[in-house]
């Protein structure tokens, strides 16, 4: 299926499915399931309607909100998902975060167990292609339990449809759950094309992401070697445009370097990051992470709005205000604007929702950084690690590394190009938490207005999320929650 036949599907199953009373009244497995789960085009409108769950706003818009909880920016808007309360250590079981993520992800692996459980029902299509379509959902099934394991620890392994008779599920172990996954990326990498990404996902998307949670886990030698394997293929490169990883106004569609991103299409189904970021500002830099940015770094600029950059979006404020960001305390607590996700060449006033920029989640650049991190924390610094890391700031249009860093130098400038490379992907948040430095970090945070500074507040307990309260009061027999809340 070719991607634009792809997102019309993902559209009309989108409208099929965007009511979630009558998603999880009726899912499609009781629609019309004599009928339904029989042909090809059946299979391409199911696999459409999984991807369409992961649309949803906790990973998509709100990716870069994340940052909120970091050194790199301020979530200044207190019903965002409280990310703005549990950036201030407010961090409860009732925390709209936490509900949000649990039951958006939930919900995607529902729609993935239910193609899985139906996957044999269909009729006269071509084994290859059903194990493809098969093993991009146990890719979606692992990406939505990779932010299930990053958020709450152990959680629910739920592996088929549930009934009234099968819905209390206890906890599993983050191991166990870290065990399913692998064993879903594994039949991915296996079952995927080794192709370039253009809508549906190949065996790099599987294999970046297993990149990653190796990473994240400490399992370095893997790491290195599951992002090598992309590296040495060539599929993939480094994008001349940076913000072509972002936005379809740059060319998106045909970007060498992304790996897996969430589709929209403006403007019937559009991803609102114009919005988000360009007009409520949702989430704003902060200063120091400005001004650590190295002099020349072309991220500065792609990456955050500063006073006097052309802002069209500013006309959409109730008026004309400016065409000219001016970081007042109005538009912005910190005197910065997240220019990342947002098509400030283009949008107007009558545009700012439109676009259908996709939510990059892999891309080139990250592997090349993981490759780095666990090749340099296993062997020490090598030329391969130098060249991996040169040529993302070759593309910053920074200087190469100098040579002759020790284990422990070339570290710290790994964690630092992570830092200006990945922001406002909703990696930051983890790095730290991993990195065992994010309780030093968060109490030196002053959010603004300075005439009443606020530092952030961390404790230990807080590097995992609460189970959501409702979640508990369902089953408390089989969920347990987590310490400290």
Not at 140 to 149: G, K, N, P, Q, V
């Amino acid at each position: 299926m070719n991607k634009k036949k792809f997102i019309i599907v993902v559209i009309f199953m989108g409208i099929l499915l965007s009511c979630d009373d009558f998603y999880d009244k009726q899912p499609l497995d009781r629609l019309s399931a004599n009928t339904f789960w029989k042909t090809e085009i059946d299979m391409e409108m199911a696999i459409s309607g999984v991807y369409r769950r992961m649309q949803y706003e906790c990973v998509d818009d709100r990716i870069g909100v994340w940052d909120g909880l970091t050194d790199n920016g301020y979530a200044w808007y207190a019903w965002m998902n409280d990310f703005f309360s549990i950036a201030r250590g407010d961090i409860v079981s009732t925390n709209a975060l936490s509900s949000g993520m649990w039951n958006y992800c939930y919900r995607a692996i529902a729609a993935c167990n239910n193609f899985l459980i139906h996957a044999n029902d269909f009729e006269s299509v071509n084994q290859e292609l059903l194990n493809k379509y098969i093993a991009e959902v146990r890719f979606i099934r692992a990406f939505e339990y990779y932010w299930l394991t990053q958020l709450f620890g152990g959680v629910p392994l739920v592996l088929e449809p549930q009934t009234l008779e099968t819905m209390n599920v206890p906890r599993s172990t983050k191991e166990e759950v870290l065990k399913q996954m692998y064993a879903d990326l594994d039949f991915a990498i296996a079952n995927l094309p080794d192709e370039a990404y253009s809508g549906h996902a190949v065996k790099g998307s599987a294999l970046a992401l297993k990149a990653r949670i190796k990473l994240f886990n400490g399992d370095f030698t893997e790491a290195a070697s599951i992002s090598k394997q992309i590296i040495d293929g060539g599929t993939f490169s480094i994008s001349p445009d940076y913000r072509a990883n972002f936005l379809e106004t740059h060319d998106q569609d045909n970007c060498p370097e992304i790996i897996f991103s969430i589709k929209f299409l403006g403007p019937d189904n559009p991803n609102p990051c114009d919005q988000t970021y360009g007009w409520w500002g949702a989430i704003l830099p902060l200063e120091e992470f400005v001004n650590s940015h190295e002099p020349g770094d072309i991220r500065l600029k792609a990456n955050i709005l500063q006073p006097g950059d052309p802002w069209p979006l500013g006309e959409s404020h109730n008026g004309p205000i400016s065409r000219y960001f001016k970081g007042d305390e109005q538009f912005s607590g910190t005197g910065y604007n997240c220019n990342k996700w947002v098509n400030q060449e283009t949008a107007t006033a009558g545009t700012w929702a439109s676009f259908g920029n996709d939510a990059t989640h892999l891309r080139y650049a990250e592997v090349l950084l993981v490759y780095a991190e666990a090749k340099n924390e296993v062997s020490g610094p090598d030329q391969s690690i130098y060249d991996a890391i040169n040529g993302i700031r070759n593309r910053a249009e920074l200087d190469p590394l100098p040579d002759g860093l020790s284990k422990e130098q070339m570290r710290e400038k790994i964690r630092n190009e992570r830092r200006f490379e990945l922001a406002f992907e909703g990696q930051r948040y983890f790095d730290l938490k991993r990195w065992g430095i994010i309780g030093d970090i968060i109490p030196t945070i002053p959010d603004p207005p300075s005439s009443q500074t606020t530092y952030r507040v961390w404790k230990d307990h807080f590097n995992l999320l609460p189970i959501p309260q409702s979640e508990i009061d369902k089953d408390p027999e089989n969920l347990n929650q987590n310490p400290g809340y």
